[in-house]
């Protein structure tokens, strides 16, 4: 029996699409987690110069599935990364020049539940836009060459041992790469941020926040725990923390590989007011 107070999606997205404003901000909390990440290019690089891997684990409702749990600042950080004006900070004035048009489908064209917000790169992007979508680049490459060395160095006290082995996987081959940034039909590139569908409190619906400005927006984080089709675009503020590398087996070209997926997860998801649009129609 359905709850008293509870909505259809349609009547969610009707909510949301009418409601989607906010006078206040979360950018003190931004800011601070921003300025030991990457507030200057100094220390951007040094957060990228000690990204590592703390450990490497099953995920948990899958053993055969393992993923490395990314760290930095001798495992004592997340890596973060927001786009910023040039030597400041943000207030929420900024936000809409800093924001990207991201769309989310609740299921995929195979039905699949979706947990990821999409962009794509043009060549449009403004400047600290630039910068930002640089540094994810440096981001990816840097997980590229820690995954190379782990291979090389792989003994059998690691849970992927057998794994890789199994799939004749060395440090250059037999393995394949899947960044943050990756690319799509005709080259085109995407930039893909997922949020956490599973609650990790009881009280709220998904375990990332979903704000606009400083307001939550508990009808859009409903929408998005839900396994039904909806549609949502919007421009979000992409500050995002990157948790794990996901390590699965798969088939390319008729050929074992293993599959290293390099994960980002919305610290918040964070739309910029009136620039909400949601439907529950299939395009």
Not at 201 to 206: A, D, N, T, Y
Request: hydrophobic share 35%.
């Amino acid at each position: 029996m359905q709850k008293k107070n509870f909505k259809s999606s349609e009547q969610l997205v009707k909510s949301i699409n009418s409601s989607n404003k906010s006078s206040t901000s979360r950018m003190d909390y931004y800011n601070r987690i921003l300025s030991s990440s990457c507030s200057t290019d100094m220390i951007f690089q040094r957060m990228i110069s000690t990204i590592n891997f703390k450990e490497v684990v099953p995920l948990p409702k899958n053993n055969s599935m393992f993923r490395f749990v990314i760290k930095c600042f001798n495992n004592t950080n997340n890596v973060i990364l927001g786009p910023l004006k040039i030597s400041s900070g943000i207030t929420l004035t900024d936000l809409p020049s800093l924001s990207i048009p991201m769309s989310h489908y609740n299921l995929n064209k195979n039905n699949f539940v979706q947990d990821n917000f999409i962009h794509r790169i043009s060549e449009n992007e403004t400047e600290p836009m630039k910068k930002f979508i640089e540094r994810l680049r440096f981001i990816d490459s840097r997980m590229q060459m820690l995954i190379s060395d782990y291979i090389r160095h792989i003994d059998e006290s690691s849970p992927i041992y057998y794994m890789l082995k199994k799939n004749n996987v060395t440090f250059n081959q037999n393995w394949i790469f899947t960044g943050i940034i990756n690319k799509g039909n005709n080259n085109t590139e995407y930039i893909n941020i997922r949020y956490f569908k599973d609650s990790f409190k009881g009280k709220k619906k998904i375990g990332t926040n979903v704000y606009c400005g400083d307001d939550y927006l508990d009808e859009m984080a409903d929408l998005l725990s839900r396994d039904t089709f909806c549609y949502i675009n919007g421009n979000i503020y992409p500050l995002i923390k990157v948790n794990y590398i996901i390590i699965n087996e798969c088939i390319v070209n008729n050929i074992p590989m293993v599959n290293f997926t390099c994960k980002a997860y919305f610290v918040d998801i964070n739309f910029i007011p009136n620039s909400i649009h949601c439907s529950t129609k299939r395009i």
